[in-house]
């Protein structure tokens, strides 16, 4: 059974930066996709981002964009989420979740997922 782990949110100031973690463990080699998403109170998860593998393979939403950066060290079995140019709006809980090869902005897709780790942003 695949377990995540998320780390690293906080409260910060908009323009401010986070880096999130997303630790597996019992046998996420096999899944090949490391997504992220984020649900905000009174709203649906919504895709953030993923990575297949690689850097060289990753996608993003377009509210993040250009301001959000995913990479994935194998050697840890663990993924990153580069946050930067932070705004209120990126407020919420953010989940990592793992996933066979598919459609990696496809929430239904994602088999596993972590905990949760809140971020907050002011104004």
Not at 35 to 58: C, H, L, M, N, Y
């Amino acid at each position: 059974q695949v377990q995540l782990v998320e780390s690293g949110g906080g409260l910060v100031q908009t323009g401010d930066s986070l880096r999130l973690s997303c630790t597996a463990s019992g046998g996420t080699d096999s899944y090949l996709i490391m997504g992220w998403f984020r649900q905000a109170p009174g709203k649906e998860r919504e895709f953030v981002a993923a990575i297949v593998r690689s850097a060289d393979t990753a996608s993003y939403a377009d509210s993040v964009e250009g301001r959000f950066t995913i990479s994935r060290d194998k050697a840890k079995n663990t993924g990153y989420l580069q946050m930067n140019s932070l705004v209120p709006e990126d407020t919420a809980v953010y989940y990592c979740g793992a996933r066979p090869p598919g459609d990696v902005r496809s929430i239904k897709g994602y088999p596993y997922w972590g905990q949760g780790t809140q971020v907050t942003v002011s104004s």
